[in-house]
């Protein structure tokens, strides 16, 4: 059976995530590996749960900006847990590895959604490169009289 077949059978059998999830799971793990585990020989890294999903939420951000909770939920990712159990089904299709000490336990409750993507938008301009550039800040940091409504 091709990776493709496994894949689809897993969307069959489980219909709790969507596709797009699955392959941000695959991106998420690629951009985990490259900016979060630190790269010691150069042999290829095993990346643990805690790695993955701090990985997971740097990413999210980077890509989706303040909308990365509502993009998590429209693909029915609801919490931490919900990425181990699309890894823990990507392993049992044999679409991802795992090693003997990595468990389902290692995703829950790692972080609250609404907590870690509670961000703001911090616009700064560079004029040598005449552009803007976003990045985003938890809401918690900012001053009182900086702070964006939420409400």
């Known amino acids: 059976m091709t990776a493709a077949e496994k894949f689809r059978t897993l969307l069959r059998n489980d219909r709790r995530f969507d ?8 991106e998420a793990l690629d951009f985990t590996l490259k900016n979060v585990v630190s790269q010691g020989s150069g042999c290829s890294q ?3 749960g805690q790695e993955l999903l701090e990985g997971v939420k740097r ?3 980077d890509q989706f900006g303040c909308l990365a909770q509502t993009v998590l939920e429209t693909w029915g990712v609801k919490n931490t847990g919900d990425f181990g159990r ?12 795992k090693q003997d000490g ?9 972080y609250d959604f609404e907590e870690a993507f509670d961000i703001a938008p911090v616009f700064c301009y560079s004029r040598e490169k005449n552009q803007w550039r976003v990045s985003y800040v938890p809401r918690s940091e900012l001053k009182p009289s900086n702070r964006i409504p939420t409400k």
């Open 19 to 26: 596709a797009e999830a699955y392959n941000f799971i695959y």
């Open 46 to 48: 095993h990346v643990k």
């Open 59 to 61: 990413y999210s951000i």
């Open 86 to 97: 699309m890894v823990f089904n990507l392993v049992e299709y044999d679409l991802m590895g």
């Open 102 to 110: 990595d468990r389902l336990e290692d995703f829950e409750d790692l």
